[in-house]
């Protein structure tokens, strides 16, 4: 609602400022005048009171997304399968639980209002360009076409380097909280010329796409401003012959002046929007690859609650072996342990011996 009204008061605005102009100003009747500085006023009221309030709005509904999406991205981490983690890297999931979602709550704080309020303002301008001179409108539509295309190749151009983007994001993560987590055994080795190097290559991949979606920026936008310069002298000449010609008042030639400025702004805004709609397109891809990872442990159909247990835990010709190894590190092990016991083993191989420590140190209560 507040979004509606203020692309009302908005469309209303250029009417005043034409009728002051046609009627006030050359009918020379001070009244007139009087009530149309007055709406102006009115105008630029409501739509301060409104622009606030659908601003805070927004702001609102864009943190109770990044609640929802930060609380349901934990609790998937916590459900997922232990072989999750043995393809999914750190860095990245940390990136996907701050970076992405913060990118997605951006959009939908200011891309979504912004977006929306753009498609009223266009679809609602157009309609009155049409009705004050359809002829002009015409010729000023002809100059905004090359503005639609080259934002359109914009978005194909930019969208999948975002994506990247986030991916060499989340790699630099990963590098940066696989060394904190070994910082001593670095040291230890003196491994920190690999490292560092290892890092710069990561840090200068995302710069080159960073500059590259700069550059693709600064490819497009300044044609983008030229074809909507073009527009505003096809308003002065072609509209300035209508004048002369008496098909066209002065009040209404600068209220059409005003009304191409609403039409090539939220052109521009989606032009703007467009990356933001890229990058946040690809950071919500991200986020729901965690949030739609399967779980590889999946009760059957039926099955019962787990009843209260004892507390014994009893293996019964357990085997196990990690993800792409070709050996068992247990092999058909069998052992129980009572309630409140410890029990250690030891295997003959070192190797074996800390793989074992490590999975059968139990302690039962």
């Not at 009087?34 to 659908?54: K, N």
């Not at 003196?190 to 600064?218: H, I, Q």
């Not at 442990?297 to 609650?305: E, F, L, M, S, T």
Request: with cysteine; proline share 4%; hydrophobic share 50%.
């Amino acid at each position: 609602m507040a979004l509606l009204l203020v692309a009302a008061a908005n469309l209303a605005t250029p009417q005043l400022i034409r009728v002051a102009i046609d009627v006030g100003f050359t009918q020379a009747q001070p009244s007139v005048l009087a009530e149309a500085v007055a709406g102006l006023v009115a105008l630029a009221f409501v739509r301060g009171v409104f622009t606030f309030l659908q601003g805070y709005l927004a702001e609102r509904a864009s943190q109770g997304v990044a609640y929802d999406l930060r609380d349901a991205l934990f609790a998937q981490i916590e459900h997922l399968s232990f072989s999750y983690y043995d393809r999914a890297q750190t860095g990245q999931l940390v990136t996907r639980a701050t970076n992405d979602v913060e990118q997605v709550r951006t959009f939908v704080g200011t891309g979504v209002i912004q977006l929306a309020a753009s498609l009223v303002l266009l679809v609602g301008t157009a309609l009155i360009l049409g009705l004050l001179n359809l002829r002009l409108t015409i010729a000023v539509l002809l100059t905004i076409a090359p503005i639609v295309w080259l934002l359109a190749s914009f978005v194909r151009r930019v969208g999948p380097l975002f994506g990247q983007i986030q991916q060499i994001l989340g790699g630099l993560n990963t590098i940066l909280q696989e060394d904190l987590s070994a910082l001593r055994v670095i040291r230890a080795f003196g491994r920190e010329s690999y490292e560092l190097e290892r890092y710069g290559r990561a840090n200068a991949e995302l710069l080159e796409r960073n500059v590259m979606t700069v550059r693709a920026l600064a490819n497009n936008f300044p044609l983008v401003f030229f074809f909507a310069n073009l527009g505003t002298l096809v308003v002065i000449g072609f509209g300035g012959a209508l004048v002369m010609g008496g098909s066209l008042s002065i009040g209404e030639l600068i209220a059409f002046n005003a009304y191409l400025a609403f039409l090539l702004q939220p052109i521009l805004t989606i032009g703007f929007l467009a990356a933001a709609i890229s990058r946040a397109g690809a950071s919500a891809t991200r986020i729901f690859d965690v949030l739609d990872a399967p779980s590889d442990i999946q009760d059957r159909p039926g099955a019962r609650p787990l009843p209260p247990v004892a507390g014994e835990v009893v293996y019964d010709q357990v085997s196990f072996r990690y993800p792409g190894a070709n050996a068992d590190v247990l092999c058909d092990v069998s052992f129980s342990v009572q309630p409140g016991r410890r029990w250690r083993s030891s295997a003959p191989r070192a190797l074996a011996r800390a793989r074992w420590s490590t999975c059968c140190r139990v302690s039962t209560t």
